[in-house]
């Protein structure tokens, strides 16, 4: 479309001061830029929102193409969506979203976690790891559930070693 001083665009609507609308236009050439942006705050208030389909946005944009200031916004957000996973359970999740964040920022607080992440997930799979490392946690705390109502939790302590 050519606009009246002979542009090439697509025209883009705005609001105008009397609730009318005025047309500007956005040159082809920038209309890349135009919807880039426009995806970077989708997939920020996809995060924000707690959206289940927020990584599949996010792995949507181009990552590499970002500036600073916005892969630090994005790194903050996804960090805040992993952990909003990590309390829902959702452990594949969180891992992805923090690998993520870890890719766009250097704050080592995110690698950390991220690696942690990924040793509990590990363990959990490992049933006998997971359990051992329950009550290797069990005797370092030396701490013992008595509530009746966490019987999830609950680990039976281990008779004391007989020496013979």
Request: proline share 4%; hydrophobic share 40%.
């Amino acid at each position: 479309m050519v606009d009246g001083a002979g542009r090439r665009g697509i025209p883009r609507r705005e609001q105008a001061d009397m609730g009318r609308t005025k047309s500007t236009y956005v040159p082809l050439k920038e209309l890349r830029t135009f919807f880039d942006h426009q995806r970077f705050g989708t997939a920020l208030s996809s995060l924000r929102e707690n959206a289940p389909d927020a990584i599949h946005i996010v792995e949507s944009l181009r990552l590499q193409n970002l500036k600073t200031s916005e892969r630090v916004e994005l790194g903050g957000a996804l960090y805040s969506y992993g952990k909003c996973c990590l309390n829902a359970g959702e452990f594949t999740r969180a891992a992805h979203s923090f690998d993520i964040a870890s890719d766009l920022t250097s704050r080592p607080l995110i690698s950390e976690r991220l690696r942690l992440l990924r040793e509990v997930v590990g363990d959990r799979v490992n049933s006998v790891r997971w359990r051992s490392s329950l009550i290797e946690m069990q005797r370092s705390l030396s701490i013992v559930c008595h509530e009746a109502s966490a019987t999830a939790f609950r680990i039976p302590l281990l008779p004391p070693a007989r020496v013979l």
